[in-house]
């Protein structure tokens, strides 16, 4: 079984990929906002304040942290 901490660092490796598609990153949001904790509200937010990374990228973290903060 994978352990959750590489999970996280590669789900947020995905989310910062600039040269990764809208889809794959979104994902990767989305991942991390079920996944929770701190590294992954962290990579949220820093994603979410970042207004060069895009539109729908931001709109995906903002949902993703819907979702960490139920959790």
Same mark, same amino acid.
């Not at 789900?11 to 598609?21: D, R």
């Not at 979104?26 to 979410?48: M, N, R």
């Given at each position: ?5 590489? #999970?996280?660092?590669? =789900?947020? !490796? !995905? =989310?910062?990929?600039? %040269?990764? &598609? ?5 994902? @990767?949001?989305?991942? =991390?906002?079920? @996944? &929770? ?5 962290? @990579?949220?937010?820093? #994603?979410?304040?970042?207004? %060069?990374? &895009? #539109?729908?990228? $931001?709109?995906?973290?903002? $949902?993703?942290?819907?979702?960490? #903060?139920?959790?």
């Amino acid at each position: 079984m994978t352990d959750p901490k590489t #999970v996280i660092d590669t =789900l947020i !490796q !995905q =989310l910062n990929n600039h %040269s990764a &598609g809208v889809v794959i990153r979104s994902a @990767a949001a989305e991942g =991390l906002g079920f @996944a &929770g904790g701190v590294d992954a509200t962290k @990579a949220l937010i820093a #994603v979410l304040t970042n207004t %060069s990374a &895009g #539109v729908e990228i $931001r709109a995906a973290a903002a $949902r993703a942290l819907g979702h960490a #903060v139920h959790h």
